[in-house]
């Protein structure tokens, strides 16, 4: 579940978490009334006494944990090609033998 929601506040004893799509709503659902997910969410917020699913109505309105991760890692994906495409010494190497950069695959990714 954190993959696909995202933290909407607190108000009223509700913790309201945000989801992207009606999957992730249905999905979520299925958790609601989970004493252990509420006594995990009571342990952060004391006067939680419920948690709220509501369907994300904005992209702005907050990002899931997996479009944190996926944002991150297009980002940086992105980082290393601008990088290498402005490396003179591989700009020589292109040049030299007429190639050209059409992708970089990063060793590692963000966490």
């Not at 509501?54 to 944990?65: D, F, K, L, S, W």
């Amino acid at each position: 579940m954190k993959e696909n929601a995202a933290f909407g506040g607190v108000s009223e004893g509700r913790v309201r978490l945000l989801v992207p799509d009606q999957a992730a709503m249905t999905r979520a659902r299925r958790h609601e009334r989970d004493p252990e997910l509420l006594r995990a969410v009571s342990a952060l917020w004391p006067n939680a006494q419920r948690l709220e699913f509501v369907m994300r109505q904005q992209r702005t309105e907050g990002e899931t944990h997996r479009e944190t991760r996926d944002r991150r890692r297009d980002e940086h994906r992105q980082a290393l090609f601008d990088e290498a495409l402005a490396d003179p010494l591989l700009q020589q190497v292109c040049d030299t033998l007429g190639a050209t950069i059409h992708s970089v695959t990063p060793l590692s990714e963000p966490s």
